[in-house]
């Protein structure tokens, strides 16, 4: 009775340890959504600004989460990265999705393009270079990780098995391919785009079977992402 106590303590800890991080950025996500919407019905100001600013509080509690917990993340292995050839598959395949996502444009009906964060709201100078930096770090080291720690390490097991952390890192099935694709494809607001996505991760899981694979390629996709914003101004993209 002990040891079963111990086994399923542990389990619900693995489980918060890969969803809070997510949560509390799907939090945030949600709040930025419901003051826009008040907005644009006009039952609330506008508080562009101040939303924005609240990026580098998002980012900061999900970084720090990510790593006072860091010792319970086993599966993210760096001598992962160290296989070249592998390494490069995944980054091909993260500028191959970052291409997809700016030319499939493709949102869910009844779901508005967002405006983005244009860090032209903020005053020129550090407090705008800040912002940017946060950005553009929050998007290439911290998303990656939360993401794929919640996507590919706990759902696509979860969904296998509840006792998620029994099931081999990469195990392929049908059922839980397509559910963690199509639950990704929701999550952004370029649905279409966000599903391949989805997918394309799952599968260097599982043909790689290493969590910092896919924590690759979704960083190099993000990247790319970001620099293409800062270059063009589109800034709904972000």
């Not at 599903?195 to 394309?200: C, D, F, L, T």
Request: with cysteine; hydrophobic share 55%.
């Amino acid at each position: 009775m002990i040891e079963l106590t111990a086994k399923i303590t542990r389990l619900d800890r693995g489980t918060l340890y890969r969803v809070l991080p997510f949560a509390i950025f799907m939090v945030f996500i949600g709040l930025d959504e419901v003051v826009r919407l008040l907005a644009g019905h006009q039952l609330l100001a506008s508080p562009q600004l101040a939303l924005h600013a609240l990026y580098p509080v998002k980012v900061l509690s999900v970084a720090l989460l990510l790593y006072l917990w860091r010792s319970h993340y086993g599966e993210l292995q760096l001598k992962d990265l160290m296989r070249l050839e592998t390494s490069s598959a995944s980054i091909a395949t993260g500028m191959a999705i970052f291409v997809l996502w700016i030319n499939i444009p493709v949102t869910l009906p009844l779901i508005p393009r967002p405006a983005g964060f244009d860090p032209a709201l903020f005053p020129e100078g550090a407090v705008r270079a800040v912002m940017v930096a946060t950005r553009v770090t929050g998007a290439f080291i911290v998303v990656p990780v939360m993401e794929e720690l919640f996507w590919r390490s706990f759902l696509l097991r979860y969904i296998i098995d509840p006792a998620f952390e029994r099931v081999p890192l990469g195990r392929f099935t049908w059922g839980s391919f397509l559910a963690a694709s199509l639950l990704f494809g929701l999550e952004h607001h370029q649905f279409a785009a966000g599903v391949i996505a989805g997918a394309a991760y799952s599968i260097v899981l599982y043909r790689t079977h290493s969590l910092m694979q896919c924590v690759l390629a979704h960083a190099v996709t993000n990247l790319a992402l970001s620099l293409y914003v800062l270059h063009t101004g589109n800034w709904h993209y972000w």
